[in-house]
C-alpha cells in the first residue's frame, strides 16, 4: 500500500487516458485502424490500471485512499488532489470498464473521421474519471465541465439525424445548471479560503464552519439543481432523450452509464454532508420528483416505438430510484442507490450497445422494423435477453439488489414511498419485456433475415464482460456492498451534523444485515 | 504640475517603449519608398522588430520601477502589466497581417506605422498617472485606430467603420476631457495621487462636482471599453474593420482603457467608490445582457464577436464594481486571457474571409474542421475558452472575477453574469456546430493553405490561452503583487 507505484496508481490511472488523448491527436488521418487499436489499448491499459487499485484497495476503511495530493495553483491554494473511497472506487472502475466496450462496439460503425472520434472518447473518459476522484472543488469543477465538451462533440459529429439539437441542448442544460454550482464553490471559498474538501468538511463538524439556514439552503439548492440536471430528476430530464437517441452508441453507454452518475454521486458526495440540514428539509419533494420520475418515465416508455428512447426514458426512472435511495436518509437506502447506479450502468450500458448492434445491422431504431430476430441471430437474442432481465430487476442480476434496498429503505422512511416507486419496477417488465417481444419475436421480418447477422467474435468480446459483471453483481453483491456501506455509513453520519433533529436510525446494523 | 520640465536617463529608461515605438514607426514611414520596391513583407518585419525592442524596453523599464516626467507617468508592475499586454496584441497582430494584407494588395507602411503609434498611446495610457498624460495616450492611441478601421479605403464597410468610430469616439474623448476640466477646476490639479488627496482631504471640493467629473469621465471610458450602454459603435467598427484590425481594436485600446480606467477609479476616485459603484455595477449587468442577448441573434462572425466583446467588457467591470485589489488583479488577469482569445478567434476568422472580405456569414465557417483541422482546432479552444470551459484562460478568468465579485458581496450581480455567460455558451457553440457538425461551404473547400505567420499567428495565443487556463499561477501571482495601485 506504501510502495510508490501503488501511492500513485491512481494519478496513473487519471493522467493514461490524457497522454492517450494527446498521442491519439498524432495518430494520422489517414488509417482509422491505427486510432481504433490505440484506443483499445490504452483503455484497456486504464481498466488494468484501475482493476489495480481495486487489488490494493483498503475495503474495511470508509476514508479515502490513494491520496495524491499535489500543489496546482498557489495563489489561490488549489490543489490537485485525487483520491477514491469505497463509492468513487467503483464509479471510476466503471468508467474504465465500459470505455474499451464502448471502442469495440463502435469499431465498424464510426468509420467517418474516426480519429477525432476515438480522441474524444478518451478524453471523455479522462474527464469521467476526474470527476469520481477529484478531492478539491476546484478540481471537481473542471473535471465536471470537461468532460462536457467531448461529449459534446460525440453527439454532435457522430450522431444521428437531429444530433445537433440534442447536443447543444445536452451541453445548455449542463452549463446552466453548472454555473450555479460554480457560484456555491466560489461562496463556500470565500468563507473558508480553501477548496480542500476535507479540510471544509472538518470545519463543518468541528463547527468552524457554520451555514446559517436560509443560507445553507441557497448553497445546497444551486449544487443540488446542477446535480439534478445531470441526474435526470423529472422535470429537468428533457435533454436525456433527445441527447440518447441522438448520440452514436458509444456515446449513448458513456452518457446513461457513467454520465448520469456524475449528478447522483455528486449529491451523495457533495449535497448531503455540506448541506445536511437544507438536504433533510427538501427531502419529502426531491423523493415526490424522484417519485414522478420513476412512474413517469416507466410509463412514456411504455409508448416509445423507438428503442433508444424507450430505454432512455427508462433510465429517468431508474435514477429515480437512486434519487428516492438517496433521500430515504437510511443506510440500506443509500447502499440500494449506490448499487443501482453501478447495476444500472451496467444493464443499461448493455442495453444501449445491444441497440447500437441492432441498429448498425437493420439501420434503424424502430422497434416496428423489428421482428423475428431470435431466429437469425439467437445469441444477440440471448444477449439482449439476459441485459433486459436485468434491467427489469430480476434476482440473481445486477439491479435486483440495489432496487431491493432502495424500496427496503424508502419503507422505512416512508411506506407511502415505497408503495409508488414499486409500481416503477411493475411497469419496467412491461414496458422492457413488450419491446424485447416485439423485437425478438413474431414473424421474421425478410429484411431482418438478410441484414442481422449474429454477434462477431469481436463483439462477443464486448458482451460477455457486461454478462459477467451482471450476474457477478446479482449473484454475489457483497464484493460490493462492503466498500460501498462504509462509505454510505459516513455520509449518513455527516448529515446528522448541524441537524436539530436526529433521524430514526433504529438498529442500524439490523437493517443492512436483512438487507443482505 | 512640476515646476519644470527635467529629463533624466531614469525617465528615459521609465518611457523607453513609447520611444522606440514612435521611433520605429517614424522610420517606417521615412523607409518607404526604399524598401517598398524590394519586399513589402519587409515592413512586417521591421514592425516585428520595433515591438520586440519595445518588449524589451518595457522588461527594462520594470527593472526601474517608479514614477517618471515628475509623476506624470507611474512605471509600476501595472503599467509594465498592460504594456507587455498591448506590445504582445500588437505581435499578434502584425503576425495575423502578412498573409491577409497580401491578399487585398493593401501592403504599406502607414498600416505598420500606425499600429506602432495605436500601440504606443496604449503603452502611454497604461502608466500615465495624471489626467493630461491620460489624455494624450487616448488620442494617440484613438486617432491611429479611426485610420485603421478605414485602411481598406474601398470598402463601403470600412469606410462607415471608421467614420462612425471617429465620430462617436470624438464624442466621448470630449465627455472624457469635460470631466477633467471638472476634475482640475475642484481640484486644482490633474495628478491622479493630488486628486486623490484633495478629494479625501479636509476640505475637499463640492461633491456633486466630483461626482458629475466621475460620470463624464466614466461615459468616455466606457465608450472606449465598449460598456453598454455606449456600445453601439462596436458591432458596425468590428464588422467594418479589416479582420486583423478587428482583433487589435477588440484587446488592445479595450486593455489600454481598462487600465486608465482602473487607475483613475481606483487611485483618485478611490475615496467616492460608493458614489461610482452602482454605475459600474449598472453597466457590468446591462453589458453582459446586451451582449450576450444580441450575440445570440447574429450571422455575421464579425458581428457576432463584437458583441461577445461586449459582453467579456461587461465582466471585467464587474472586477471593478468589487473595488478590491483582487478586484484590479482579476481584472489584468481576465483582460490577458480575453486578450488572447478574442485576438486568436479574429484571427482564425481572417484566415477564411478571403479576397474583399467576402466570407463573413457564420455559415461560411461550415465544415472547417475538414478543411483545416490546425484552424478549426485553434479556433475551438479560443471559443471554448470564451465561453469559459475549464482549464482554459478564459474560465479561471471569470472565476476570478467572480471570486472577486462574491468577496466583495455582489452576489446576485455574480449569479445574473454566470447565467448571461451559460446563454452566451451557445452562440459560441453554433460556430462549432457549423466548423465540425456541418458540411463544407465554398468558403472553406477555396481556402488557402496557413502560412507560417498565421499558423505562429494562432498558435501563439491558443498555447497562452491553455497555458492561463493550466498554470495560471504566474500570472495571477504578478497580477495580485502589482494591483496594489500607487495611490
Avoid at chain 1, 494 to 514: D, F, K, L, M
Avoid at chain 2, 226 to 241: E, K, L, M, R
Amino acid at each position: 500500500m506504501n510502495h510508490p507505484f501503488t501511492m500513485n496508481l491512481l494519478a496513473v490511472v487519471l493522467l493514461l487516458p490524457l497522454f492517450g488523448f494527446l498521442a491519439a491527436l498524432a495518430v494520422p488521418r489517414s488509417s482509422p485502424q491505427a486510432s481504433r487499436v490505440w484506443a483499445l489499448a490504452i483503455s484497456l491499459a486504464t481498466f488494468v490500471a484501475s482493476l489495480g487499485l481495486l487489488f490494493w484497495f483498503d475495503r474495511g476503511a470508509p476514508g479515502d485512499q490513494f491520496m495524491v495530493d499535489v500543489p496546482w495553483i498557489a495563489p489561490l491554494d488549489i490543489h490537485f488532489a485525487i483520491a477514491v473511497n469505497g463509492v468513487s472506487l467503483w464509479l471510476m472502475i466503471l468508467s474504465t470498464f465500459l470505455t474499451p466496450i464502448c471502442v469495440l462496439i463502435s469499431w465498424r460503425s464510426i468509420t467517418r473521421r474516426a480519429k477525432e472520434f476515438y480522441a474524444f472518447l478518451i478524453l471523455l473518459e479522462f474527464g469521467l474519471v476526474g470527476v469520481f476522484i477529484a478531492q478539491d472543488l476546484f478540481l471537481f469543477y473542471v473535471f465536471w465541465e470537461v468532460s462536457l465538451v467531448p461529449m459534446y462533440f460525440l453527439i454532435g459529429i457522430w450522431g444521428h439525424d437531429r444530433r445537433i439539437y440534442a447536443a447543444v441542448k445536452f451541453f445548455l442544460y449542463t452549463m446552466a445548471g453548472s454555473v450555479l454550482m460554480l457560484t456555491a464553490i466560489i461562496y463556500i471559498y470565500n468563507r473558508t479560503q480553501t477548496f480542500n474538501y476535507a479540510a471544509i468538511l472538518e470545519m463543518l463538524s468541528s463547527g468552524k464552519l457554520v451555514f446559517a439556514p436560509g443560507e445553507q439552503m441557497l448553497l445546497f439548492l444551486a449544487f443540488f439543481v446542477a446535480f439534478a440536471i445531470k441526474v435526470p430528476l423529472f422535470p429537468l430530464h428533457t435533454w436525456l432523450p433527445d441527447a440518447h437517441v441522438e448520440a452514436p452508441s458509444a456515446g449513448s453507454v458513456m452518457l446513461a452509464s457513467v454520465m448520469l452518475k456524475m449528478g447522483t454521486y455528486g449529491i451523495l458526495r457533495y449535497c448531503l454532508p455540506l448541506f445536511p440540514s437544507a438536504a433533510r428539509a427538501c427531502a419529502g419533494w426531491i423523493a415526490v420528483l424522484a417519485i414522478i420520475g420513476i412512474v413517469y418515465g416507466a410509463l412514456v416508455a411504455m409508448v416509445q416505438p423507438n428503442m433508444k428512447k424507450l430505454v432512455a426514458y427508462s433510465s429517468v426512472s431508474h435514477l429515480g430510484f437512486v434519487i428516492l435511495g438517496i433521500f430515504s436518509f437510511t443506510q440500506a437506502g443509500m447502499d440500494g442507490a449506490v448499487y443501482v447506479m453501478l447495476a444500472h450502468g451496467i444493464s443499461t450500458g448493455a442495453l444501449f450497445a445491444i441497440v447500437g448492434l441492432l441498429s448498425e445491422r437493420r439501420h434503424s431504431l424502430e422497434i416496428a422494423d423489428y421482428g423475428g430476430v431470435a431466429t437469425v441471430a439467437p445469441w444477440l437474442s440471448t444477449v439482449f435477453l439476459i441485459a433486459t432481465l436485468a434491467s427489469i430487476g430480476l434476482p440473481l442480476l445486477s439491479n435486483f439488489v440495489g432496487e431491493f434496498l432502495v424500496l427496503q429503505g424508502t419503507a422505512i422512511a416512508n411506506y407511502q414511498w415505497a408503495i409508488y416507486a414499486s409500481l416503477g419496477l411493475v411497469l419496467s417488465a412491461c414496458y422492457m419485456l413488450w419491446m424485447y417481444q416485439r423485437v425478438i419475436y413474431g414473424e421474421v421480418n425478410p429484411e431482418i433475415r438478410s441484414h442481422v447477422p449474429d454477434l462477431s467474435p469481436r463483439e462477443w468480446a464486448a458482451m460477455v464482460p457486461l454478462i459477467a459483471v451482471m450476474v457477478w453483481m446479482g449473484v454475489y453483491s457483497q464484493t460490493f456492498l462492503q466498500p460501498i456501506g462504509k462509505v454510505t455509513a459516513r455520509v449518513l453520519d455527516q448529515t446528522q451534523v448541524n441537524v436539530p433533529y436526529r433521524v430514526n436510525r433504529a438498529q442500524p446494523g439490523a437493517e443492512v444485515a436483512n438487507a443482505r | 504640475m512640476p515646476a519644470s520640465f527635467g529629463f533624466s536617463s531614469t525617465d528615459a529608461i521609465r518611457f523607453l517603449p513609447e520611444i522606440v515605438l514612435i521611433v520605429m514607426g517614424t522610420l517606417l514611414m521615412v523607409l518607404d519608398p526604399v524598401i517598398h520596391k524590394r519586399s513589402s513583407e519587409a515592413f512586417g518585419h521591421i514592425s516585428l522588430l520595433a515591438l520586440a525592442a519595445a518588449l524589451g524596453g518595457a522588461v527594462l523599464a520594470y527593472q526601474n520601477p517608479g514614477p517618471a516626467f515628475g509623476g506624470m507617468l507611474m512605471v509600476d508592475g501595472f503599467a509594465t502589466f498592460f504594456r507587455v499586454l498591448v506590445i504582445a496584441v500588437g505581435m499578434l497582430t502584425v503576425l495575423a497581417s502578412y498573409r491577409f494584407l497580401a491578399r487585398q494588395d493593401a501592403e504599406t507602411s502607414e498600416y505598420h506605422a500606425l499600429l506602432l503609434f495605436s500601440i504606443s498611446g496604449q503603452c502611454l495610457m497604461a502608466d500615465s498617472n495624471d489626467l493630461i498624460m491620460v489624455f494624450i495616450g487616448l488620442e494617440i492611441s484613438s486617432i491611429a485606430s479611426y485610420i485603421l478601421a478605414g485602411y481598406l479605403r474601398d470598402d463601403k464597410r470600412a469606410n462607415e467603420a471608421s467614420l462612425k468610430y471617429f465620430l462617436l469616439g470624438s464624442f466621448a474623448t470630449a465627455f472624457f476631457l469635460y470631466g477633467v476640466a471638472l476634475i482640475y477646476g475642484a481640484t486644482k490639479s490633474v495628478n491622479l495621487t493630488l486628486v486623490r488627496q484633495a478629494i479625501a482631504g479636509q476640505d475637499a471640493p463640492s461633491p456633486v462636482f466630483i461626482g458629475v467629473a466621475a460620470a463624464l469621465m466614466f461615459v468616455g471610458l466606457a465608450f472606449k471599453v465598449s460598456a453598454a450602454p455606449f456600445q453601439i459603435w462596436a458591432p458596425d467598427v468590428y464588422q467594418g474593420a479589416p479582420t486583423p484590425i478587428s482583433a487589435f481594436l477588440s484587446a488592445g485600446p479595450k486593455a489600454a482603457a481598462f487600465a486608465v480606467f482602473q487607475r483613475i477609479f481606483m487611485t483618485a476616485l478611490e475615496p467616492i467608490g460608493n458614489g461610482w459603484e452602482p454605475l459600474v455595477w449598472g453597466a457590468a449587468l446591462l453589458s453582459m445582457i446586451v451582449g450576450n442577448f444580441a450575440a445570440l441573434l447574429q450571422t455575421d462572425i464579425k458581428r457576432m464577436l463584437a458583441y461577445s466583446s461586449i459582453a467579456h467588457a461587461g465582466y471585467v467591470l464587474v472586477a471593478l464594481a468589487a473595488r478590491s485589489d483582487v478586484g484590479v488583479a482579476a481584472a489584468m488577469f481576465y483582460l490577458a486571457g480575453y486578450a488572447l482569445m478574442n485576438v486568436g478567434a479574429f484571427t482564425a476568422v481572417s484566415t477564411l474571409t478571403g479576397k474583399g472580405e467576402r466570407y463573413t456569414s457564420i455559415d461560411d465557417f461550415a465544415g472547417l474542421g475538414q478543411k483545416q483541422p490546425l484552424t478549426a482546432a485553434m479556433f475551438s479552444i479560443f471559443l471554448l475558452s470564451l465561453i469559459g470551459v475549464p482549464l482554459t484562460g478564459g474560465f479561471f478568468g471569470k472565476f476570478y472575477i467572480f471570486k472577486a465579485a462574491m468577496e466583495s458581496h455582489l452576489v446576485w450581480l455574480t449569479v445574473l453574469g454566470l447565467l448571461s455567460s451559460a446563454v452566451a455558451a451557445y452562440y459560441y457553440l453554433r460556430i462549432l456546430v457549423v466548423m465540425y457538425m456541418k458540411e463544407p461551404s465554398e468558403a472553406t473547400v477555396n481556402a488557402e493553405p496557413l502560412s507560417p505567420g498565421l499558423s505562429l499567428a494562432l498558435i501563439l495565443p491558443a498555447v497562452g490561452t491553455l497555458a492561463l487556463g493550466i498554470f495560471p499561477g504566474w500570472v495571477l501571482e504578478f497580477a495580485g503583487k502589482s494591483s496594489n495601485l500607487v495611490k
